[in-house]
Every structure is written in structure tokens, then in C-alpha cells.
């Protein structure tokens, strides 16, 4: 009887995962923006591990999100060998952040990059590297604008770059030409703050995004950059955040808020762990009374990446007596 019902549960889940398949969107990261006063897009999925299904980062790859975003939607999970026949949740569906809706916003936190394209009621979600936990390869917060773009890029390695694959016994040449070997990919987009060192580009790598990997700079896969870079123009507005957590009232009254790992600040923090700390706005959040303030503060132990209803429901029979 067990094993029947096992069976029954595992055959319903596969059926819902062919079914998201089979009525995805073509580009499941292009979604519509929400109705007025709502900041929820996109739509999870669910992926059947096969026996031959390879590692995270190639299911992460498969479906264009980031390595710790999958990592984080299934706790638990082994990273390198997944077992077959396990169902993983695809997180696609998010809060978008609270800033203007136009041009690149980026939210380190939840290492995902937002474009709203400019006369379009719609909004593209790319995962993304960021740069590395160091004094000079963590990747800042700033509003700025596109300053510059450029195909096949030669990459200027600073000399703090040079100096560490120097400790690794690699030497960097002064510049790398384009081509298979440079870091950069194929297409680069300079942002205007801090004299132009910080850029938007491609890899040569097959891993690292969704993850913190860069000198600094901020990585996409090839086809994200290649589009990113034909719909950007210099003077596009960005806005790089860091926020952790997210929160949302949608117009039926429903409460969201979405968690991510705050970005460690040292070598020895946890970001599973790392304490959240909720500015003024969040905390009325969490304790307005139409919150659940016991669900959200699992949700923000948890750390899921995903939305969660934190709306306080009240018991029909408890209303009744």
C-alpha cells in the first residue's frame, strides 16, 4: 500500500513537470509585468532528474538560472550527482526588486540581473557572477548608466589581478587579446561609475554563475550577454542593490516576501546563517498584523530564494465562535 502510494505521488509529480514543459514559454526568462501594485513574475518549474542528468550546474544551465539559486530552491540536494528520479524545483518565479522599473537593475544578493526594456511592458530576469569576497573584488552598489560597449573585448587585467594569479603561478600578460582564452566572453558592457572598472560581460568558463566568481565584474552566459548587448545603448540606466530579502502586498491582499543569503562579508561567515537585518519598512511588514510573523521568520531562516505567503489566515470556526 506504501509503495502504491509512493508510486501514485512520484507519477503525479512527473506529470506536473511535463505539463510546465510542455506550457512554458519559449523564453522562460522574459516575462510580462505584473498588474499595478503586484511584483510578482514568472512561474517555478519542476525537473525530473534523469539517470544521466548530470550535475546541478548543467540542470542550473539548462534552464538559464543560477547555480545557488537552484542549490537554495532544494536543500539537500547533492550539487554534483543528483539522485535520478528526484523532482527539483526550478526557481523562476520572483518579487521583482524595489526600485524604478527601467533600464538594468541588479540585486547581488539574489545574484540575478533585471532588464526592463525601454517601451515594453515586460521585464527579462539574467542570473549572474558576481565578483569574489575580497577587498578588491567584491562588486559595489552603485546607480550609474552604460558608458561604453564593446564585441570581442580585450581584457586590461589591474594589477591586483596580476598579482594574484601571480600567487597562483600564472602570468597574466598586460592585456589578453580577444578570443577563446579571455575571461570576458565575447561581449562587454562598461558602466560608468568608478572610472569605468566595472563591466557586464560574457565567460569563457562553464560555470560560475549564480555564484560569487569574478574579479568584481559581473558575469552572464553567452546568449544572456549577446542579448543584453544588442538591446543596451550608452546612457541606459543602472541600479545595482544589495537586498536580501524582498516583500510584497499584491492587490488581493496577499503578503510575499522572498529571502535570499545575504553576501558574506568575511571569510569565516555563513551566509546560510548570517543574521538578516530588517530595515524600518520590513519590520512594520513583519508585524502588521495581517503577517505572519512566525511564517516569515522561518521563511527568513530558511532562505529559499522563492516567494512565500506570509499572510496571517485566520481560522473559519475560531471567526464563527
Known amino acids: 500500500m506504501i509503495k502504491t502510494l509512493r508510486f501514485s505521488l512520484w507519477l503525479a509529480l512527473v506529470t506536473v513537470a511535463m505539463t510546465a514543459v510542455l506550457s512554458f514559454p519559449t523564453r522562460a526568462n522574459n516575462w510580462p509585468l505584473p498588474p499595478t501594485g503586484s511584483r510578482v513574475v514568472g512561474e517555478n518549474r519542476f525537473h525530473v532528474v534523469q539517470n544521466d542528468g548530470g550535475s546541478l550546474e548543467a540542470i542550473a544551465k539548462k534552464y538559464n538560472v543560477g547555480f545557488l539559486a537552484l542549490l537554495q530552491a532544494n536543500p539537500g540536494v547533492d550539487p554534483y550527482v543528483p539522485r535520478a528520479g528526484s523532482v527539483l524545483t526550478i526557481p523562476l518565479q520572483t518579487l521583482l526588486p524595489d526600485a524604478p522599473r527601467k533600464g538594468i537593475v541588479i540585486n547581488l544578493a539574489e545574484l540575478r540581473l533585471y532588464y526592463y526594456p525601454l517601451g515594453k511592458s515586460e521585464v527579462i530576469v539574467y542570473p549572474i557572477g558576481i565578483g569574489q569576497l575580497g577587498g578588491d573584488t567584491l562588486t559595489p552598489t552603485m546607480v550609474t548608466t552604460v558608458s561604453d560597449k564593446r564585441a570581442n573585448p580585450t581584457w586590461t587585467p ?85 537586498t536580501p530579502i524582498k516583500a510584497s502586498v499584491e492587490p488581493d491582499g496577499t503578503r510575499l516576501v522572498e529571502v535570499h543569503q545575504p553576501l558574506s562579508k568575511a571569510i569565516d561567515d555563513d551566509p546560510k546563517t548570517l543574521p538578516i537585518i530588517l530595515n524600518a519598512a520590513m519590520q512594520a511588514f513583519k508585524d502588521d498584523a495581517r503577517s505572519d510573523a512566525e511564517v516569515m521568520t522561518h521563511a527568513m531562516e530558511v532562505r529559499s530564494g522563492m516567494p512565500v505567503d506570509v499572510t496571517r489566515y485566520h481560522d473559519e470556526n475560531a471567526q464563527m465562535l
Not at 560560475?208 to 544588442?230: E, K, N, P, Q
Request: glycine share 12%; charged share 15%.
Open 158 to 242: 589591474t594589477a591586483n589581478i596580476r598579482a594574484r594569479y601571480k600567487a597562483q603561478s600564472i602570468d597574466l600578460p598586460a592585456v589578453v587579446p580577444a578570443g577563446p582564452d579571455n575571461p570576458m566572453g565575447h561581449h562587454a558592457i562598461r558602466l560608468a561609475a568608478f572610472g569605468g572598472v566595472y563591466l557586464l560581460h560574457g565567460t569563457n568558463a562553464d560555470f560560475g554563475i549564480g555564484m560569487r566568481v569574478s574579479s568584481g565584474c559581473i558575469r552572464l552566459r553567452d546568449g544572456d550577454i549577446s542579448a543584453l548587448y544588442a538591446a543596451v545603448s550608452p546612457g541606459t540606466p543602472v541600479n545595482i542593490i544589495n
